[in-house]
């Protein structure tokens, strides 16, 4: 094993876009499960979105216009979702479930013309000044604008639950939905906005995928990346600063055993590639301290 | 006469199956306090939440201050100046009081100003509570102040108040009073819910009474006696519970310096509790929420386990028992919680009535249950306790606060245990099924059983009890024969009103 292979600076600078898809998608599941909705269908908003995206870039050349078209896919997927779990009351772990197949499916055909194909490029952005810190300027000051933009939406996403009204009348739907509408708040309307964005959200993780991070079209790509935002949400204790964190270590361990394998470590690559998920989950479950919002996964009806 | 603050015409509201509301019609003057009576069912609920704007009515008209009323949602309600308190706490236990508060205002300031505003009308109406706590670990007690200053920093016009009384001490009771009191004569009208007669009759100027949807009756409680007006919700003639004179039996319970610490942060630890409970007693516990009330039935049912000889049972040690094995020898508790502690809410009844009665009554064989017996066992309990539901397959849910609760105290009482614990035996219970509950528990004692009964409901205690001691921070009092004593006595043995301070509004 040669680590000196390993550049360390690369690794840490690969550990921000590996990470990515997972923080996006998991912060939009963030704010829909504060909303008192579990939505288990990540994964296949997730990979609809990386397909949406990946055509409309291609069609387009435009990476930008990519992403607002993942976005927009995600997020009528997830409608059809909020339809059924909102307006029929189905089973929220059902649909979810059947979520995931669907879009995993649907993406499959939809993308069908586009395998093998090229996604337009997405330069990084070499932040001026910032990027040129010797170190730390290769590692959080050089990369594309959509790693910035995901932070930013957690950021944002961390303000708007801590210090808005809005933010306050989303967590009080997700804690007690009852208590919610006596006191004359649209439970469905606020759960139908909070599941757009994780659809939406989610939408932007998986084209992170299809037009940076790999960048091509290949069914089933996502390869379980909803499902570890998904986890990621649980175990950071539905709190933004934690899921940043889970986020990271797991991109983290998943460059880091990348280039182990690359290195040719004396460990067998099975358990290289469980260690992302191990150290994760590990970590978070020490630090866990929090409850789940208090209607999470409970069908709303106003009968009374 | 001037025009009142709030007029009702002929408000109907039908559900599919009940008539919740029919041709209801009565007014409400500017700083009246007006008293709606009704048993559970009755509709109060429905036409306060029509006046709340939480339903629509299916014809009939309101007028508030002389103009068409029709709030659309709530918040069109409260915008006109009808604030509420409800019932079942609208509370977000996640969150602090000041968050909660936050959600029941229409232009809230920012979260620092409402913590201001909390501490100056809590310290002003005397009803202390700091913003920063979270509700999730407050007592039912300071749970509701949050809701009444929730309502009192909107100023409201109306004031619609259910059931507010219902954890409160008498002390505490007469500091509300004097807040409404003066709410009133600042002009606030107040329309008070509840099934405490004695304090319709020192509160309100007026009642209206429900009885199955309708209007059947209009009184000045002030004139009329509390068994008048009763009688006028039930309908019928109401049975007073008897309690028979019976000697002192042998000592069956003994709690020997019973202490344990606070099983959670906001807890409060049992202190050197030592009582003993003889057989055919009926030991009263009065106190406010929050004392130890929640610890000592765990720490008598086996939920919380303490040393061996803290207590005693027949003279054996049986602290460090778990529940079944204190079932199993005949030490039986109900406690407060209906909904997810004593009953689990989507279990069918008979479900439900295996969960306790599993060891007593012999429901299973080798770990396989008897459906058949559960079933009969279930159904001896709706019978016997005249529980409202169409049989025993139905889910606990489903059945009203009163229903269920003379369920789950039913259950109990039909395995003949030899000491039963109940605490808040009729938290919420309308006049009749509450003495049909107090009633069953002095049958039991009559039979030679000990009755434990920890509530906040003193009236209730003086009732049923032979002896009475009070919990104040994890102390039990010494017990006093509850013949005899006062209102001012009582006081004095719970400690004064705790934490509380009289209303000092500077008008």
């Not at chain 1, 990470?19 to 609809?48: D, F």
């Not at chain 2, 059945?399 to 605490?423: C, H, M, T, W």
Request: charged content about 15%; aromatic content about 6%.
């Amino acid at each position: 094993m040669d680590l000196s292979a390993i550049n360390p600076i690369l690794l840490l600078a690969s550990l921000m876009v590996a990470a990515t898809p997972i923080l996006l998608a998991a912060i939009g599941e963030l704010v829909v499960e504060r909303a008192g909705v579990l939505n288990l269908g990540v994964e296949g908003m997730m990979i609809t979105g990386a397909v949406c995206g990946f055509i409309v870039a291609v069609n387009t050349g435009s990476p930008w216009l990519g992403f607002i078209g993942a976005a927009i896919g995600g997020a009528l997927l997830s409608v059809i979702f909020g339809i059924l779990t909102q307006f029929l009351l189905s089973n929220q772990v059902a649909t979810g479930l059947a979520l995931t197949l669907f879009g995993l499916g649907l993406s499959a055909l939809m993308g069908q013309g586009y395998i093998g194909i090229k996604a337009p490029s997405f330069p990084d952005w070499h932040i001026p000044l910032l990027g040129d810190i010797p170190v730390i300027g290769p590692i959080i000051f050089q990369h594309d604008p959509m790693v910035y933009l995901g932070l930013a939406i957690v950021a944002a996403t961390w303000a708007f639950l801590k210090y808005s009204r809005a933010g306050l009348i989303l967590r009080a739907v997700g804690e007690n939905h009852e208590a919610a509408h006596a006191l004359g708040y649209h439970v469905m309307r606020v759960r139908m906005l909070a599941i757009m964005f994780g659809g939406a959200c989610a939408g932007l993780g998986g084209a992170y995928l299809s037009l940076v991070r790999v960048p091509q079209w290949t069914e089933g790509m996502t390869a379980g990346a909803g499902w570890i935002a998904l986890a990621i949400v649980v175990f950071a204790s539905w709190r933004p600063g934690r899921l940043l964190l889970g986020a990271y270590l797991f991109g983290g361990v998943t460059v880091l055993q990348l280039n182990l394998q690359a290195a040719g470590a004396a460990i067998a690559v099975e358990y290289l590639s469980m260690a992302p998920y191990l150290a994760t989950i590990a970590v978070l479950v020490i630090m866990r301290a929090g409850r789940a919002p208090g209607s999470l996964g409970q069908s709303f009806h106003a009968s009374r | 006469m001037t025009e009142p603050l709030l007029r009702l015409t002929g408000l109907t509201k039908a559900y599919p199956g009940v008539v919740a509301n029919k041709d209801v019609s009565f007014e409400i003057q500017p700083g009246e306090v007006h008293a709606l009576l009704g048993e559970n069912g009755a509709g109060k609920s429905t036409l306060v939440k029509t006046i709340y704007g939480l339903v629509k009515p299916d014809s009939g008209t309101m007028t508030l201050e002389g103009t068409a009323f029709t709030p659309a949602e709530p918040r069109a309600a409260r915008a006109a100046g009808v604030a509420m308190v409800f019932q079942h706490f609208s509370l977000f236990d996640a969150m602090n009081v000041a968050e909660n508060i936050a959600l029941g205002m229409e232009n809230p300031p920012p979260q620092r100003e409402i913590a201001a505003q909390v501490r100056k009308v809590s310290d002003q109406y005397g009803l202390p509570l700091d913003p920063d706590r979270v509700v999730g670990e407050l007592s039912a007690g300071e749970r509701q102040r949050v809701e009444i200053i929730r309502c009192l920093l909107q100023d409201p016009k109306l004031l619609i108040m259910d059931e507010p009384t219902s954890v409160l001490t008498p002390q505490e009771v007469a500091i509300l009073f004097e807040t409404l009191k003066q709410l009133s004569a600042e002009g606030t009208a107040i329309l008070y819910i509840s099934h405490k007669l004695e304090e319709i009759r020192t509160l309100c100027d007026n009642a209206t009474v429900l009885r199955l949807g309708e209007v059947v009756g209009e009184c000045d409680p002030k004139a009329t006696s509390a068994r008048e007006m009763a009688e006028l919700m039930v309908g019928t003639k109401l049975h007073v519970p008897e309690k028979a004179a019976k000697p002192a039996g042998e000592t069956v319970l003994a709690l020997q310096a019973l202490s344990a610490p606070a099983p959670h942060q906001f807890g409060t630890a049992l202190r050197d509790i030592t009582i003993d409970i003889s057989k055919g007693e009926v030991l009263g516990i009065g106190g406010v929420a929050g004392n130890g009330q929640d610890e000592l039935v765990a720490a008598l049912s086996g939920e919380m386990r303490v040393a061996p000889d803290m207590v005693q049972f027949q003279g054996q040690p049986i602290g460090q028992l778990p529940p079944n094995a204190r079932r199993k020898i005949g030490l039986l508790a109900a406690p407060e919680e209906r909904m997810g502690h004593a009953a689990a809410p989507d279990m069918s009844l008979t479900e439900n009535a295996i969960m306790t009665a599993m060891t007593r009554e012999n429901l299973t064989t080798k770990g396989f249950l008897h459906w058949a017996k559960a079933r009969r066992f279930a159904e001896g309990v709706i019978k016997d306790f005249d529980v409202r539901t169409p049989g025993p397959a139905n889910a606990a849910r489903s059945l009203s606060g009163g229903n269920l609760q003379k369920f789950v105290i039913g259950r109990e009482i039909l395995q003949a245990p030899d000491v039963l614990v109940v605490n808040q035996p009729t938290w919420g219970v309308d006049a009749s099924a509450a003495a049909a509950i107090r009633q069953a528990l002095l049958d039991l004692a009559a039979k030679g059983a000990a009755v434990i009964c920890i509530s906040q409901d003193l009236d209730e205690l003086m009732e049923i009890s032979d002896r009475f001691a009070a919990l104040n921070e994890g102390r039990l009092s010494a017990p006093r024969p509850a013949q005899g004593l006062t209102v001012e006595e009582i006081g004095l043995m719970l400690g004064g009103a705790h934490d509380m301070e009289v209303a000092h509004v500077d008008a």
